[in-house]
Structure formats: structure tokens, C-alpha cells
């Protein structure tokens, strides 16, 4: 009896003190981007382009304005195909063919993310576009979100009860309207979640924007041109050999953590908002 | 006198009415549920073999039988809710009125719009106010209405599942905020708010506390003025209490559930025909 209490201590002690490593690790990290981010920080770093090296200023503004263009533009064109396939696996599974729906979604997230990125480099930089374009980064992006929506999306909505799909479909309800009334606002919170775990992934992607998006110090909307993107500026900034660039790396760095942070707390409260 | 005297009182009298009302009008009713030779499959499964039987209107017809005797599986078959699971599927005729439901041409949802299902566990759309949950069948079957005629509707089948008062104040609220049994008779409202023919009922008190199960009971006895009614549980005492006609289904060795006995609930738990039967509600078995 003794034994068994203190194995049981001793469980909860050693499980605690591992989870307060997890919650270290997030502070350590956070604490660290915000104590050399924040003094690069001011009104001018958010809005201004950045400058050569040697003029005094200059900021991360077309950066912030890409990485949200191709964010959005990635999301677009990811969320239906992502949200799409999970709901055909769950709520139609027709066999076969959802199994290779579901492993082509893990096949394309165990890619790793360079290699999208020279896909699409060959297949639209080199091909379609013809030149670096903050689109081609938008795809590789979006390449990237699909599998992560699909798989978590689906996930929620295996959760979501069958006396719930029963009861729809005893009211007479065609199965694409149970999905559309009742599985999807049930499960909608996850469904959310889900988005914004693709959306902050992508966000802080590098590797596939170097070789699509290809980054730019000029304001540009244009998808069929080059465009800047918060990753790429922060690893230009970091591989410089200036100590203003590395403590610009470390604002950029900063920027990125609350645009992504801006944008989750943004999509949750939307969803958190009554129907 | 307890609570408990209540309900025990009370269900006396619900049983003393239905017995008069049984048979002041017992035999003279038309067939609202025409069942031949239905059987049912899980895959190669076969889980229900030969039923026949006829279901009278405007009365309450139990299922009974052990757990695995194909009850539920019975009653799933008479709204086209059995083949929804993946692999089952059934084979015979099943009259519904004057649609044949496993008929060539005939739509599933053209026989659940017939018919109403209420099931063991209350499931209200936990995303749906009251208010919604009550209106989900026409909004679900895509029917047009105006806002005025779906208050009215609301209103209307509430009253019927005896829910009104309790939650006319606030019908915005969720549906999921109710008690156990108040979510029973939401459900009970909303699958009675397209006004099918038949009403289904799998184990509805089952999940819930006595009085809320009394509730429940008293009306089923109710809607059943007005809409047939098949409800399949697991109390006998409840099957006597609320039925006018009871079946009592088993299954053989290998699994295969048979209706053994159909008739007069009083007949069938006073003078039971088959050693079957008697041994059941004996409490012998089962």
C-alpha cells in the first residue's frame, strides 16, 4: 500500500517536472525573441522598407505585407481542399479510395518542406510563371497547409457524435445538409483550431519561399513578382555579417511571432462568437 | 406522500387510462405499419429473420426481447435508419400507409419524412438553441418557411412534448443547457415537427431518472391520440405500462432474432402463449 502511493508520487512528481520543461522551453523561447526583438522595434520598423547597409532605419514593411498576402492567398486555396478531403473521408468513405485520399495527405506532410519548395520552383518558377513570384510562394505554402488541415480536420470530425449524424438523417435530412447544418458547426471550434495551426506553420516557413517568393526590399502586391516574407527577411538579416542587421533579425523575428500570434487570436474569437 | 408514492400513483392511473381507452377502441383502428417477411443484415450477418407484423394506428406498439434479439435493429428497418450503417442492409416488405418503403424508387428520405425517430441517448444539436432544435426538421429537409410560421411551429410542438413552460421564457438558450429529460422531449418535438404518420422510439427513457422517465410515459400516451407509436425497451414494466400492443422478439443460437409472440400487451404479460414468452417476463431469462 505504501509502495503504491509513493510510485504514484513519484509519477506525478516526474510527469510535473517534465511539463514544466515543455512550459520552460515557451518561455525561454518567447522571453528571449522579446528581450533582442524589442528594441529594435518601433513604428518605422513596422511600415518602412528595409534599407542598405550603412543607412541608418529601415524596416520589415513589405515582409509583414507578403507574409500576410501569401499567408491569405496560401489559405485560400489550402482550406477547401484540405477541409474538402477530410469531410469526403469521414462522412462519405467510400472505401479504397478514402484510404488513398488519407495517405496522400500524410505522404505530402511527411515531405520535407525544401523539396515542395523545388517542385514548385521547377513546376511554376522555372514553367508556368516564368519567373520568382510571391504566387509560387503563395502554392508551396499552400502545399504545405493542405495535409495539416485535412489531417486535423479530420480528426474533429470523427469526434463529433453519430447520434447527432442520426438524428439528422432520421429528420429526413440529405447527407450534404447533416454535414453542412449540424457536423460542421459541431465540430467548427476544431475546425478552426485546425486552421490556425496550417496558417501559423506556414507562416514560418523558410525554405520553400527561398526558392519561389524569392523575397524583395520593395512594397509589392503583385503576385506574378518576387515578394517579400518575414522568414526570408529574418534570415537575410541573421546570415549578415552586421550586428544592426542581427538585432533587425531579431525585430523581424519578434513581428513574425505576433503576426502569427494576431491572426490565431483573431480566427478564435471568430469562431468563438455565437452562431 | 413521497415523491415516489406520486410517480408509483400516478403510473397506476396512466396504466388504468390506457386500459379503458384500449378497450373502448381497441379493435377498430386501420393498419398504420404493414410489416412482411423482413429480415435484416450486418454484412454476411444475419440479425433478423422472418417479421411480420402489423401495426395498428394511433395506438403504441413495444418491442421487447432481450439485448442481441434484433429490436432496435427492427425498428431501424421501419424508417430506413438500418441501412445507414455501413455493410447492413434488409430485405422484405414494409407497408408505411400506402408506401411500400423498400420499394423500387422509393428514396430513403422520402420514408424518414414519414417517419419520426427518437432515440436512447438525448441528442440534441448541441450547436442549435431550443428554438432551433425544435425547427431542425423542416430547416433540414431544406423546407421553405417564414419566420411567423416557424414560431408557430416551434410553439405548437413544444406544447406537444410538453416543454413549452419550461423553456417559453428563454427558447435561445442552447438545447444542451436542458436537464436529461427536457432534452428527451426536445427531441420528442422535434421529430414529431414534421408531423410523420409514425413515431419510433429506441429505449427514450432508458437514460433517464424516474420521474423524468414518468414523463416521458405519460407522453407517449399523449401523442399517441395522434401519431402511431413503436417503442422498443428493455422495461417490462414500461412495456405495460405505456403499450397497447407488444412484441416480443429472441434470438436462436446463432443469433438470428424472431418476433416469438405478438399481441394485446395485456394478453401477452397475463396468458402468454409460448413457454418463450412466459419464461421472459418472468424474469427467467433475459
Known amino acids: 500500500m505504501r509502495r503504491r502511493r509513493f510510485a504514484d508520487a513519484a509519477a506525478a512528481a516526474l510527469t510535473g517536472a517534465l511539463s514544466l520543461g515543455a512550459v520552460a522551453i515557451l518561455l525561454l523561447v518567447l522571453g528571449h525573441v522579446v528581450t533582442r526583438g524589442a528594441p529594435a522595434l518601433s513604428l518605422a520598423f513596422f511600415v518602412e522598407r528595409p534599407l542598405p547597409f550603412g543607412e541608418v532605419g529601415g524596416g520589415v514593411g513589405p515582409a509583414v505585407l507578403g507574409t500576410i498576402l501569401m499567408g491569405a492567398i496560401a489559405a485560400a486555396l489550402a482550406i477547401p481542399v484540405g477541409l474538402g478531403g477530410a469531410v469526403f473521408v469521414v462522412e462519405y468513405r467510400s472505401g479504397r479510395y478514402a484510404d488513398i485520399v488519407r495517405s496522400a495527405a500524410e505522404t505530402i506532410a511527411g515531405l520535407p518542406s525544401i523539396v515542395v519548395g523545388v517542385f514548385v520552383w521547377a513546376f511554376l518558377v522555372r514553367g508556368v510563371i516564368g519567373n520568382y513570384a510571391g504566387l509560387a510562394g503563395a502554392v508551396a505554402l499552400a502545399v504545405i497547409m493542405v495535409p495539416i488541415v485535412a489531417r486535423s480536420t479530420e480528426e474533429v470530425l470523427r469526434l463529433v457524435p453519430g447520434s447527432l449524424r442520426e438524428a439528422a438523417l432520421a429528420l429526413g435530412a440529405p447527407r450534404w445538409r447533416m454535414i453542412a447544418r449540424v457536423v460542421l458547426p459541431t465540430a467548427r471550434a476544431g475546425i478552426a483550431t485546425a486552421i490556425v495551426l496550417a496558417v501559423a506553420r506556414a507562416a514560418g516557413e523558410t525554405a520553400p519561399l527561398l526558392l519561389t517568393a524569392l523575397g524583395n526590399v520593395y512594397f509589392s502586391t503583385d503576385p506574378f513578382q518576387p515578394m517579400a516574407a518575414l522568414p526570408l527577411q529574418i534570415y537575410q538579416y541573421a546570415v549578415s555579417p552586421y550586428d544592426d542587421w542581427h538585432a533587425k533579425a531579431w525585430g523581424a523575428s519578434l513581428v513574425l511571432v505576433a503576426v502569427i500570434g494576431t491572426v490565431s487570436a483573431l480566427l478564435r474569437t471568430l469562431v468563438r462568437r455565437p452562431a | ?286
Not at chain 2, 377502441?25 to 435484416?40: C, H, K, N, T, Y
Not at chain 2, 427492427?74 to 455493410?87: A, F, I, N, Q, S
Not at chain 2, 422510439?201 to 424516474?210: K, Q, T, V
Not at chain 2, 416469438?260 to 418463450?276: A, C, I, K
Open chain 2, 1 to 286: 406522500m413521497t415523491l415516489l408514492d406520486k410517480v408509483t400513483a400516478a403510473r397506476r392511473d396512466l396504466a388504468d387510462r390506457r386500459a379503458d381507452r384500449h378497450e373502448a377502441d381497441g379493435r377498430s383502428r386501420g393498419v398504420a405499419v404493414s410489416i412482411e417477411g423482413l429480415g435484416a443484415w450486418f454484412r454476411q450477418k444475419r440479425v433478423l429473420a422472418d417479421v411480420s407484423l402489423e401495426v395498428p394506428e394511433r395506438m403504441v406498439t413495444a418491442i421487447i426481447g432481450p439485448s442481441g434479439s434484433g429490436k432496435s435493429t427492427l425498428l431501424r428497418c421501419l424508417d430506413r435508419m438500418h441501412e445507414v450503417t455501413p455493410g447492413a442492409r434488409a430485405e422484405g416488405q414494409v407497408r408505411i400507409g400506402d408506401v411500400t418503403i423498400y420499394g423500387p424508387g422509393i428514396d430513403a428520405l422520402e420514408v424518414r419524412s414519414l417517419v419520426g425517430m427518437v432515440f436512447q441517448k438525448p441528442n440534441p444539436f448541441p450547436t442549435m438553441s431550443v428554438y432551433e432544435n425544435a425547427a431542425a426538421g423542416p430547416r433540414l429537409r431544406g423546407w421553405r418557411r417564414s419566420r411567423r410560421e416557424l414560431d408557430d411551429l416551434v410553439e405548437r410542438n413544444l406544447r406537444r412534448a410538453a416543454l413549452w413552460d419550461e423553456v417559453k421564457d428563454d427558447l435561445h438558450r442552447s438545447g444542451a443547457d436542458l436537464s436529461g429529460g427536457q432534452q428527451q422531449r426536445l427531441c420528442i418535438a422535434r421529430a414529431i415537427a414534421t408531423d410523420p404518420r409514425v413515431l419510433l422510439m429506441d429505449e427514450p427513457a432508458s437514460a433517464l431518472d424516474p420521474i423524468a422517465t414518468y414523463r416521458i410515459e405519460e407522453l407517449i400516451r399523449e401523442l399517441a391520440r395522434e401519431i402511431t407509436i413503436v417503442i422498443v425497451t428493455h422495461n417490462m414494466q414500461q412495456a405495460s405500462r405505456v403499450s397497447d400492443r407488444t412484441a416480443f422478439l429472441l434470438a436462436d443460437d446463432s443469433g438470428v432474432g424472431r418476433v416469438v409472440e405478438y399481441g394485446d400487451t395485456q394478453t401477452l404479460f397475463t396468458t402468454p402463449s409460448d413457454p418463450r414468452t412466459e419464461a421472459y417476463i418472468t424474469g427467467r431469462f433475459g
